[in-house]
């Protein structure tokens, strides 16, 4: 397991799966299903304990939230900034949260979650995150965002 022991002095303005305002925010905790573990800044869907999670994409249609940020989250083997397979992982629910966008967005723009789990605002094959929307926009795939989740 990697261990990140050192921080920089200046965080960048943004970085994935950070809080991006002071908003009013709904987080709740959940325990994570999938093995290795869910990285910061994804989506997650619902799994099979009542208060699991299990990273979204194919098969998984029940989206709960994104998982937020967590400079306690220990990793593991292969995705060290994650919350580990067992662990509970804090999931905004409400609020607004850096995350990759998978192509170019626009403010306003619906967001998606494809089978693999990253976000877009292509509808076709993907699934609908209800209630979210892109509040910035990008101009190429893999910038990030703030995804607003109301």
């Not at 989250?73 to 509970?88: H, K």
């Not at 850096?98 to 509808?123: M, Q, S």
Request: zero cysteines.
């Amino acid at each position: 397991m990697a261990l990140q022991t050192n921080y920089p002095d200046i965080q960048p303005a943004a970085i994935e799966g950070a809080q991006a305002t002071m908003l009013p925010a709904t987080i709740i905790s959940r325990n994570v299903e999938t093995a290795p573990g869910i990285g910061f800044g994804r989506a997650v869907a619902q799994g099979a304990a009542d208060k699991g999670i299990v990273l979204a994409g194919t098969g998984a249609t029940k989206l709960v939230g994104i998982t937020l940020l967590d400079r306690s989250a220990v990793g593991s083997a292969g995705v060290p900034d994650s919350f580990a397979q067992r662990t509970s992982a804090r999931v905004i629910t409400k609020g607004d949260i850096w995350v990759a966008a998978a192509v170019a967005v626009k403010a306003g723009d619906p967001v998606y979650v494809t089978a693999t789990g990253t976000f877009t605002n292509v509808a076709t094959d993907n699934t609908a995150f209800t209630g979210a929307r892109w509040d910035t926009s990008t101009t190429a795939a893999g910038q990030l965002a703030v995804v607003r989740l109301g």
